[in-house]
């Protein structure tokens, strides 16, 4: 009986650490993104009443998508974040880590899709679940790109 005991403690044990060895390619993937220099850089802003969302896409060698995001919504604390994520077709899928105001402990990462209409971006709205701390668009329910706040326009970069 203590064998088995111990055999499943360590069974546990190897079933843990495989599981830890399958998240660093994800982190690998994100520093790989920012020290990768971009091939083309765009920015784009976009205006709805009182808010304003401000947007940077760095276009990789990989045809993946980094870039900072600033959305200032009113009377709502500034989002400040990065954005990583690659076109399907004229749809970009990305997710979007940010911090709200001035709590830098707390990090949030919502998934967000843009359209690519001409030189505009249309950010789009969609039904989206949470499973186990990790948000995601709703798989086949579709994205409405026609009723939204945010319509980007491209805009000269400016380095602040």
Do not use: H, W
Not at 5 to 27: T, Y
Not at 36 to 44: A, L
Not at 127 to 146: C, H, L, Q, R, W
Request: charged share 25%; with cysteine; aromatic share 10%.
């Amino acid at each position: 009986m203590k064998n088995l005991g111990l055999f499943c403690l360590l069974l546990a044990c190897v079933g843990l650490q495989s599981c830890k060895k399958n998240q660093s390619p994800k982190n690998n993937q994100a520093t790989q993104a920012q020290a990768e220099k971009p091939i083309s850089v765009q920015c784009y802003k976009a205006l709805y009443e009182k808010d304003t969302v401000e947007l940077k896409i760095n276009t990789l060698k990989t045809g993946k998508i980094s870039g900072d995001m600033v959305m200032k919504v009113f009377k709502m604390p500034n989002k400040v974040g990065k954005i990583y994520g690659e076109f399907s077709g004229d749809t970009l899928f990305a997710s979007y880590t940010f911090i709200a105001g001035m709590n830098n402990k707390t990090t949030y990462k919502n998934p967000m899709a843009f359209l690519k209409r001409g030189n505009e971006l249309i950010l789009g709205n969609g039904k989206i679940e949470t499973t186990m701390g990790a948000s995601y668009f709703v798989k086949g329910a579709p994205i409405d790109f026609d009723r939204v706040k945010y319509k980007f326009t491209t805009v000269d970069c400016v380095d602040k």
